[in-house]
């Protein structure tokens, strides 16, 4: 356990907090420029979930809603459902809905509506609408429904041949697939309309022409990289960063680690030096990660050890009379990925095994970097191994030691080795306020204001 | 829009208004103790951990450790460790130096976002170490309440939750009672055996979206107990007994201050500002620049109102003249109250601080034109989100959002002479 971890959490959620709403009143009005580097070429939140979650969110956030939120501190609140409950035995949920909310094809959303919406996310849920509410069956418990139900896989989306409608605070004016996304105030949205008239979204812009959009005061939020964050702070500019919930790890391919592969995996853990790559590659960002979760988030992460020792690398490799020679693959257009399975592979060579990185193909070992999906650590495990390929956990109760035995257990399977867990960065100009980031690292564009006035 | 008619339980309500007790003065003191009255209690997670570690111990020696990985004061760690060891000793472990142990007990006391997770980690020879836990429900930490010199304002905190509060309202009665305005109702709470009890609660029915920053305004009346104010509606109790609440849509003209100076101002149904607007007028002037908020400042044969308009500029209306004032720093709310203090008459006035550092609230005058700070700052722990005069005239009611909690937090503030 990092004894900084939740200090800075701490801090950050202060800042957080506190941008998000200035002493100054909100001002209407204006157009917010943001840039992305995904290229997404559909606003289907079935489509968006293919990018990472930080992303998916964000667009899908703009056009459409979930039944249910989660506030900063992880607990779930009313969107288009304003009360649930669920049965004992959490299998069967019941959630009524919002009266009056309507689509932006001007249709109101109804129980079928959303019925179908769900359905179409969740092929083996059983779901009755009814009245002014929906039911929801499982064919197994899962007390972190609700939760999972605030992810944006869920958002409720009405589909019709050739168009998708949603209900959320924005629709769409200009949309131009993998280039650009425009986007104008819901004047009817049920949670009161946007402050800004509108936002652009350049979409596929590398991260070098983001931060010369921002210097130009061309852009009023881009995505920052959590190893430039520091040096982008340093330098005068306005940098936002989440809590840490993105994961770097690595994925050991082969499904059944043999007892001989466990004994090398056990090896490379030891040998790899997540201080000296965290100074060195991450400027001084993020975490180094014992667990799949961190430890804001679970409370226990600590348990899971994170240390560099060579002597102890060396004995285990030594258990084993020859170690095959290892391919780790990274993603060819991640930067940071490829800097630190370089150094990943050094250190290995040291505890004398032979990882050799490469950029196409699938390796035997595979770097991997993604965003949690959910501040509920229940929701997060479950869909960081779905996504990752990785056994699913059964989590039939909202309990931490429950959930520490089922992330030991996917930890002692071999299957994965944690490395980091990096923050979200945003650079913002200095027009932006009541910038509302959670947590989550997702933005929330409705809540933003933009100064007309120069400070 | 369809009128609600809610039927309150206790008629007697009406009196209410007129009726003064000593209670009302003690109030503060109440409010004071029940904020204070959170105090830790770890007996039952302490009791249980000694369980779940003695079930895997059995009655044995042990070496005990208790390491503080979260947000606990030194005190509370010191106090669940004595408490922890007083438990296991109880269960039938005996606590000796680790090389002399059967099995070590590292107990660490983490955190998550909701919770407290305390962690006991068992090492026995030469096993696998066996891990378990429990958690519990994180409290929520007491807000400081810190007193500028000079002229002092004081902060007594009246009401805190989860939904936005527009506007609280004091009724000094016997017993006291809170009345809090959120977006979707109000509610009507009660003092009874010190603690706050909800006694009515009035869901507040409107055909449009609310806009964001939603802004209301309560306004205890002499003739009926409570009228409240918002965006394109307006709501009153009603003016005979039973109780009752009704709404409707409406353009009425919003009162800008208390019942002693009265300006109404049009209040725009869709944003979150005044229009400019103003009914009657000041003097000549029916209309200013919209604006957030405003605050009368008596003088002899005239009222001087200050008004925080939404360009940023603060101005001074006096009926003949619009003047603007050179941008003091100040936020979006201000709020006039008259007192014994002073010249009498002051400005409650948040600060622009953007986010940088929690809200403050300071008090001026206004000898002449340019405003006097007579107060230090007083924090308000977050972000403020309304500030309102309060039907005496005498206080204001501020609203903030607290940083750590999240949670909205009304206080009453009031000023006191300087010594």
Known sequence: MRHFALPLL?????????LAQAARRPQYGGTLHTAIQTAPVSLDPAVLVQLDSVTSRNLSSLLFDTLVTMDDLGRIRPALALTWQGEPGSQRWQFRLRRGVAFDDGSLLTPSAVAASLRAANPTWTIYALDDSITIELNSANPSLAAELTLPKNSIVKRLPGKISGTGPFRVSDWQPGKKLVVAANEDYWRGRPFVNSA????????????????????????????????????????SESAPLGLVALVFTHQQPSSEDQKLLDALALSIDRASIKTVLLQGEGDPAG???????????????????????????????????WTLSYDPSDSLGRLIAERVALNVKDAGMTLRPISTGSGDLRLVRTALASPNPEVALAAVTASLGLPQPALTANNPEELYQSENALLQSHRIIPLFHLPVNYGLSTAVRNWGERRTGAWDLSDIWLATEKP | MRNAVIILRVPQMFNLLRRSS????????????????????????????????????????????????????????????????TQLNAAGLTFVNPDQAAATVQVSLSENLQNYVWVARIQQGNNQPAITMISMARMEPGTPIREPAVLLIRKIQLWSQDDRILDVAVIDSSPPHVIVLDPNKIAMYALQDGRWQLEQSFQIPHSRPWPRDLRGRLVLRRDRLVDAYLPGVFCSTAAQAPLSLSCRESDDPWPLSSEQVSLNAFFSPTRNFFTGALAPGIGQERTVPPFYSAAPIPREKYV????????????????????????????????????????GSQVLVSSNSDGAAPDTVRAYEF????????????????????????????????????????KYEAFRLTIACGQ
Do not use: H
Request: aromatic share 6%; with cysteine.
């Open chain 2, 367 to 406: 000898p002449d034109r340019d405003p006097v700070p007579v107060s230090q700052p007083v924090e308000l722990g977050g972000s403020t989100t309304s500030l309102w005069t309060e039907s005496s005239g005498n206080t204001a009611a501020v609203v903030s959002r607290n940083w750590e909690t999240g």
């Open chain 1, 291 to 325: 667990g799949i979760l961190p430890n804001w988030m679970t409370g226990y992460e600590f348990l899971f050890p994170t240390e560099f020792n060579m002597q102890a690398a060396q004995q285990r490799r030594a258990e084993v009379p020859y170690a095959p020679a």
């Open chain 1, 10 to 18: 701490a801090a950050s959620s202060l800042v957080l907090v506190g």
């Open chain 2, 22 to 85: 000593r209670l009302v003065r003690s109030l503060p003191v109440f409010l004071f103790l029940l904020g204070s009255a959170w105090a830790a209690d770890w007996g039952a997670p302490e009791q249980q951990l000694a369980q779940k570690i003695v079930a895997i111990t059995g009655p044995t020696a042990v070496s005990l450790d208790v390491a503080n990985r979260s947000s606990l004061s030194q005190t509370d760690v010191e106090a669940i460790r004595t408490a922890l060891r």
């Open chain 1, 200 to 239: 652009e979204i350049a979409l596929g812009t590398s991260a070098r022409d983001q931060l010369m959009l921002l210097e130009l005061g061309k852009a009023d939020l881009i995505e920052i990289a959590p190893e430039q964050a520091r040096r982008t702070a340093m330098e005068g500019r306005r940098v």
């Open chain 2, 304 to 343: 001087l109102w200050v008004l925080a308009g939404i360009d940023g500029q603060v101005r001074e209306v006096d009926g003949v003249n619009v003047q603007t004032l050179s941008r003091p720093g100040w936020g979006s709310d201000m709020a006039g109250v008259k007192t014994t203090c002073g010249s």
